[in-house]
């Protein structure tokens, strides 16, 4: 699976957009772009993922760009209950064993 | 719908002795994974079933871990004998299939090795 990429922490007002990048450089054309998030205390739990169009859900927005080598994860009104480890993980479900490889992540702190 | 269960979801042991850890997957879920995180790091995958085989365990330190899944349902991951560096959080985790877009996490046991 490719490598990715984050800032280690970043800080945010709260009522405000959140935006988090990731850099995977070496991404191939069948691997997927996954967000997952960790809060205190908790596992890991599923965002958003995508391959080469923007997604949307309910929780957040995945922009990828056109060369596929970075993507941004946005929290449109972040709130402070979003404070969490963000990962984000590059992989291809479609290959044998289809693991999720984590990274170091990027610390959000939602502050008021 | 209940989600990944995990227990205990504390364990303190004594450095060389053994401990073990229960996962019960979401109903229906084939795929099931352990993952080791350290304090400050991300997870880190120790094993997958695939039903009650094993698809992956090249990370699983086998001289000292084992893990098992007997009729595809729950798992076990046990340590036998505990090392202080295996202290950290044991998660668990589950899929419909290998090739799902979304694993579903249990909360994990916090394990300390003093």
């Known amino acids: 699976d490719a490598k990715t990429t984050q800032p280690t922490s970043m800080d945010c007002a709260e009522g405000r957009a959140a935006n988090l990048p990731c850099n995977h450089s070496t991404i191939s054309g069948n691997e997927y772009v996954y967000w997952y998030r960790q809060i205190h205390s908790q596992g890991p739990q599923y965002i958003i993922h995508?391959?080469?169009n923007n997604e949307t859900n309910e929780m957040a927005s995945l922009i990828i760009t056109e060369d596929r080598k970075s993507s941004t994860l946005i929290l449109p009104h972040a709130t402070l209950r979003d404070t969490a480890v963000y990962y984000c993980?590059?992989?291809?479900?479609?290959?044998?064993?289809?693991?999720?490889?984590f990274g170091g992540g990027t610390r959000l702190m939602v502050k008021p | 719908e209940a989600g990944v269960a995990q227990s205990p979801r504390y364990k303190i042991i004594e450095k060389r002795q053994s401990v073990a850890f229960w996962c019960n997957p979401i109903?229906?879920?084939?795929?099931l994974y352990w993952y080791q995180q350290i304090l400050g790091q991300g997870p880190k995958l120790l094993i997958q079933f695939q039903n009650n085989g094993v698809v992956d365990d090249s990370q699983l330190p086998k001289d000292r871990f084992s893990a098992e899944r007997l009729k595809g349902v729950d798992s076990t991951l046990k340590i036998q004998p505990a090392k202080l560096e295996d202290s950290a959080v044991y998660l668990c985790a589950s899929s419909p299939g290998p090739q799902n877009t979304e694993a579903f996490f249990g909360q994990g046991t916090r394990l300390t090795v003093v």
């Open positions: 995508g391959l080469k």
């Open positions: 109903s229906g879920h084939a795929t």
């Open positions: 993980i590059v992989r291809a479900p479609l290959r044998a064993g289809n693991m999720l490889t």
